[in-house]
């Protein structure tokens, strides 16, 4: 399942470059972390995902 949440996560970095139309993205960085049951009283454990990326627009020359 931690692929699938990392390829949900840079699919949906890689949408939000277009939309700014960037060429490239840099510096993907990536984290998960299960959220403990204090913070979380519900049944089910809770995971939080985190991405962040550099878009970058190249220059043409």
Do not use: G, I, W
């Amino acid at each position: 399942m931690s692929d699938v949440a990392r390829l949900r996560a840079l699919h949906q970095l890689m949408r939000a470059a277009e939309d700014c139309d960037a060429d490239a993205l840099l510096d993907v960085d990536y984290s998960e972390e299960f959220l403990p049951r204090t913070e979380n009283p519900a049944s089910l454990p809770l995971k939080r995902v985190r991405a962040a990326a550099v878009a970058v627009k190249l220059k043409s020359a």
